[in-house]
């Protein structure tokens, strides 16, 4: 009887040390193939919204599911857009590139993964998984969404004046249900895994890549809040150790030193006066005396100082950069919405001076004035916005090309922030406007006037003869509010 036996050690990896998993548990803090490894996550938004609420700060009822809280300031979130690829005219791109602009969530960075198979000749989810547990450049880390200045060096090493504008939106991404959701995703090419936005086994307020933040209780608050959105904050998708309490100051960084840089991917806000984004469309809202529009968006990569604006895509012989569309609605009062003659939503403006107050068929839009039970008029302070018909959502826009359902698509993009449980909204181009539900009111309220205080005003057009300039020190009623919805397309 002949025995054969041949030692193989790990047939090839002598010299590159033992390979098994108790081995990496046991000495990764010291093995210099972990240690070395570049930062292994990689997350990025697709959906962002800013809403102009005086009162977004002030909540009657905090939920811990982001989406049970109507009202914020800034709220932003990671989707699957692939189905809409067609109407973003994806079609022809390279699956990589589909993938990479249209999903976005959290993932394994492409630069991790070949490290790690550069390292140990392999890149199986054991390896990737003790890679991660090993590396101290993650530990404890969750996803968490700030604002922070795009300017590192301003005001204290480039933080805001409230180091509390942030939050977590996720576990630790060390943890092991989400480690296994990571490495198990599908490999996206060259750009790490697939990205991830929905973690089914997750509690309900960690499920989601969403997030809000909400600030102010006044619309001198609001004003400064966007003052300092308009050039100066950046919305920032970057991560902070879920075991430490603290303040925004706990950011990671490349460098150690959050005060300079910080991992992860800006959003900075592209304000404007003009609420029409389409080449196709004017202004649909009244210019508010600020640019309370958001009009695009621009990404930043916050792990360089100074950062650095991402405009490249993988292929840019296809694209010359990322693009978001954005739309604003304006938040109309349920009151200030409906026919004080038919208690129904308003078809058309009255004439007040006709004791009939009939109808007049050439204001089907915009803006009406108000009565008041003396007779006095009030200038501008009711707006059209019906319950939006099939019909409209279903109309093609043949502006765009190709042709598409836009109304029908931008609905679907504000039932992303906005859900129908508390807010009734109307896409059509006509109207644009969304509505506070009742439920609404009973957890928080938009407007300092109040949502539902008929005896006071909000100036929806103060461009009437007889109104005056809206806003603290115009002297005149409150100024509206609007939320406006980015979303990435290419």
């Known amino acids: 009887m002949l025995v054969f036996f041949q030692n193989c050690g790990k047939a090839g990896f002598d010299a590159g040390g033992d390979l098994s998993s108790a081995s990496l548990l046991n000495n990764a803090s010291g093995d210099e193939r972990i240690s070395s490894a570049p930062f292994p ?22 939920d811990p599911v982001d989406s049970g809280n109507p009202f914020y300031s800034v709220r932003a979130g990671a989707y699957d857009n692939m189905p809409y690829a067609v109407m973003f005219q994806a079609g022809s791109l390279y699956p990589e590139e589909q993938s990479r602009r249209l999903q976005a969530g959290i993932g394994l960075s492409g630069d991790f993964i070949k490290h790690v198979k550069t390292k140990f000749l392999r890149d199986d989810k054991d390896i990737l998984s003790q890679a991660i547990a090993g590396t101290s450049k993650a530990q404890n880390y969750a996803l968490t969404m700030a604002l922070i200045y795009t300017d590192r060096s301003r005001m204290q090493g480039g933080f805001g004046w409230d180091y509390q504008l942030y939050k977590n939106i996720s576990p630790s991404l060390t943890s092991s249900v989400m480690t296994n959701y990571m490495t198990n995703e599908l490999r996206n090419g ?30 001198t ?11 100066s904050l950046t919305l920032t998708l970057g991560y902070m150790d879920s075991t430490m309490g603290g303040d925004i100051t706990q950011l990671a960084s490349p460098e150690g030193d959050p005060f300079k840089t910080v991992y992860g991917k800006g959003y900075r806000f592209m304000m404007s006066a003009n609420a029409g984004h389409q080449s196709f469309e004017t202004s649909y809202h009244s210019s508010p005396v600020k640019s309370y529009f958001l009009a695009g968006i621009e990404e930043l990569n916050m792990a360089t100082k100074p950062v650095q604006v991402l405009n490249s895509v993988i292929s840019s012989t296809n694209d010359t950069g990322r693009k978001w569309d954005c739309f604003s609605l304006a938040i109309v009062r349920h009151n200030d919405r409906m026919d004080f003659v038919t208690g129904r939503p308003i078809r058309a403006c009255r004439d007040l001076n006709n004791p009939a107050f009939p109808e007049i068929p050439s204001q089907t839009t915009g803006v009406c004035d108000a009565r008041t039970s003396t007779g006095t008029i009030i200038r501008g302070v009711r707006r059209i916005c019906p319950v939006q018909t099939i019909t ?8 765009m090309a190709p042709s598409q359902q836009l109304n029908m698509l931008r609905l679907s993009m504000a039932r992303r922030v906005l859900p129908a449980e508390y807010w009734e909204i109307n896409t059509d181009p006509n109207y644009l406007c969304a509505v506070p539900t009742d439920k609404a009111a009973s957890r928080g309220q938009c407007y300092a006037s109040g949502d539902e205080d008929q005896s006071k005003y909000i100036q929806y057009d103060w461009t009437q003869a007889g109104a005056k300039p809206c806003g603290p020190g115009g002297g005149g009623n409150e100024c509206p509010a609007f939320v406006s919805i980015c979303y990435r397309t290419k």
């Open 190 to 219: 060259n750009s790490g895994t697939v990205k991830k936005s929905f973690f089914s086994a997750l509690d309900p307020a960690q499920r989601a890549v969403t997030g809000s933040l909400s600030w102010g209780q006044s619309e």
């Open 221 to 231: 608050d609001r004003d400064r809040l966007h003052s300092e959105l308009n050039g």
């Open 41 to 62: 996550f990689d997350a990025t938004l697709n959906h962002v919204s800013y809403m102009t609420c005086p009162m977004a700060g002030k909540a009657a009822f905090k």
């Open 392 to 399: 409209s959502l279903n109309a093609v826009n043949t502006n």
